[in-house]
Nanobody
Framework: QVQLEESGGGLVQAGGSLRLSCAAA????????MGWFRQAPGKEREFVSG????????FYADSVKGRFTISRDRAKNTLFLQMNSLKPEDTAVYYC???????????????????WGQGTQVNVSS
């Protein structure tokens, strides 16, 4: 089994920055991909960013391109999301997700992920 634990959420003013972390623990493995999703109140969960673990190829939702940066520490099986120039519309619960197993699709769809974290709240005030 795999456990994902997010951290780094909080309250920030518009224009500010936050860095989210997601530590993967459990059975020894190498992820195929990891990603970040978010869910705002009354809205569906949406893709934010993803990364192929071995190559480091990154993917971003249009709404966060140029503001958010996804990265990983392969040795520590830890995923990061640097969020800059935050906007009130970025307010949501942010979830970390992990794909274990061969992945042929781009890691931008929630259904391809096997494991999910509990989420961390990000609030951006105007």
């Amino acid at each position: 089994q795999v456990q994902l634990e997010e951290s780094g959420g909080g309250l920030v003013q518009a224009g500010g920055s936050l860095r989210l972390s997601c530590a993967a623990a459990g059975r020894t493995f190498t992820p195929d991909a990891m990603g970040w999703f978010r869910q705002a109140p009354g809205k569906e969960r949406e893709f934010v960013s993803g990364i192929r673990w071995s190559t480091g190829k990154t993917f971003y939702a249009d709404s966060v391109k140029g503001r958010f940066t996804i990265s990983r520490d392969r040795a520590k099986n830890t995923l990061f999301l640097q969020m800059n120039s935050l906007k009130p519309e970025d307010t949501a619960v942010y979830y970390c997700a992990l794909r274990s197993g061969q992945l042929l699709l781009d890691p931008i769809h929630s259904y391809i992920y096997n494991y999910w974290g509990q989420g961390t709240q990000v609030n951006v005030s105007s």
